[in-house]
């Protein structure tokens, strides 16, 4: 397994790598994270159309950039 690739934590099938975003010292930064898992023998399943969680970690859901303060 090469260092990059994500893996599901609940399975260990390879999942796609997503882009978050989080804010450090006033400005967005990306952010590589493991997508989710598209196995349908995993807990962890989410369906192919499901819609992704795009939520940075410190951004409350439904809340903009130019929300916060």
Known sequence: MDSSEHVCPACGQPVETVV???????????????????????????????????TAPDEEPGETPAQKS
Not at 29 to 50: D, F, K, R, S, T
């Open 20 to 54: 978050k975003r989080h804010k450090t010292l006033g400005a967005w930064v990306p952010l590589w994270v493991a997508g989710p898992c598209h196995n349908p023998q995993c807990e962890a399943y989410v369906p192919e159309g499901a819609a992704p969680d795009v």
